[in-house]
């Protein structure tokens, strides 16, 4: 079922700008930008490896959840 939402998402968001809340991170993987907002405040913006290399909020979330499907 979330590779289908994933599919559908990608199909319905090509050529236009798409604000998606996600609390699967693996969700919006592919966008061309994510922001991180704490408390309505934007605490990181960039793509996914971008955020990754930055090794901040983004980065701990996303181990988190992966640590988290794992187990």
Not at 2 to 14: C, H, I, N, Y
Not at 26 to 31: D, E, P, Q, V
């Given at each position: 079922?979330?590779?289908?939402?994933?599919?559908?998402?990608?199909?319905?968001?090509?050529?236009?700008?798409?604000?998606?809340?996600?609390?699967?991170?693996?969700t919006?993987?592919?966008?061309?930008?994510?922001?991180?907002?704490?408390?309505?405040?934007?605490?990181?913006?960039?793509?996914?490896?971008?955020?990754?290399?930055?090794?901040?909020?983004?980065?701990?979330?996303?181990?988190?959840?992966?640590?988290?499907?794992?187990?």
């Amino acid at each position: 079922l979330l590779q289908a939402v994933q599919a559908a998402l990608e199909t319905a968001s090509k050529d236009c700008t798409c604000i998606v809340v996600a609390h699967r991170l693996s969700t919006i993987r592919k966008a061309d930008e994510i922001i991180v907002l704490v408390d309505g405040d934007v605490v990181e913006r960039g793509s996914h490896h971008k955020l990754m290399e930055l090794r901040g909020l983004y980065f701990e979330m996303t181990q988190a959840q992966q640590s988290l499907e794992k187990h």
